[in-house]
């Protein structure tokens, strides 16, 4: 889509503010008005739409694409997210390790038993490990305090926390996250420890660099999504 607009304001409504194009609000895809919980983040947008030269591209507006899958889709399916996070929280990346390859195991247990730790003593996760890709049968009791623990985050920082432990493939890392234990960077490296130890003990392989390449901007533009949401 071509910029059809010439003027881009912030205003406040209510509770929210708006972005509004030539006074028009902001919509999403699905024509639901873009209600902001913060001036900050309309702020945001708002540059994003005013950076726009010739062509609307959604890929190049973090903050804007960002705040829609807020509102088009996380809003409207959180009850499903939440569940989905709890089958993710039995299934936690960081719970498997290494069978064969000593010097991999002991990597992942110098760098993930620590957050492992850290759930343990900050929210009473009780989280089993395994070697090898075999399923483990988690205590039931750890996706109910996932469950507790999601219910009282806001739509802003439950939509953070769901694409952060996506992205991740380990809740117990995207609630570092977004407790601000982890950064972004750090969450990057942690998550991707595996793939890193192969890379350096196999070589680069540049369909797999581009791949987390992409994923590294996608935390990078999360963690700035999060902290401007929580001004």
């Known amino acids: 889509m071509r910029r059809f607009y010439e003027q881009v304001e912030v205003r ?11 006074n028009r609000p902001l ?29 609307i591209i959604p890929d ?3 903050f804007f694409s960002l705040a829609v899958t807020v509102i088009d889709r996380v809003a409207t399916q959180r009850d499903e997210l939440s569940e989905q996070m709890q089958q993710y929280v039995m299934n936690d990346l960081i719970c498997y390790r290494e069978s064969v390859d000593t010097k991999l195991q002991e990597h992942q247990n110098k760098n993930w038993n620590p957050w492992l730790l850290w759930a343990k003593a900050e929210f009473n996760f009780d989280l089993e490990l395994a070697t090898g890709v075999m399923p483990i049968n988690q205590k039931q009791m750890n996706a109910k305090l996932l469950k507790q623990i999601l219910s009282q985050m806001n739509i802003w920082v439950f939509t953070c926390f769901v694409q952060a432990a996506t992205l991740t493939g380990s809740t117990i890392l995207a609630l570092a996250f977004i407790q601000k234990q982890l950064n972004s960077d750090a969450l990057f490296s942690l998550s991707l420890l595996d793939e890193f130890y192969q890379s350096e003990k196999w070589g680069e392989d540049k369909e797999a660099s581009e791949k987390r390449n992409a994923i590294k901007k996608e935390i990078h533009d999360l963690a700035d999504f999060l902290r401007v949401v929580e001004q």
Do not use: S
Request: hydrophobic share 40%; glycine share 2%.
């Open 12 to 22: 406040q409504d209510g509770a929210y503010h708006l972005v509004t194009l030539d």
């Open 60 to 62: 190049q507006m973090p």
């Open 27 to 55: 919509k999403t895809p699905l024509k639901t008005i873009l209600q902001l919980p913060n001036r900050q983040l309309a702020d945001h947008i708002a540059q994003e739409w005013m950076m726009v030269d010739i062509k």
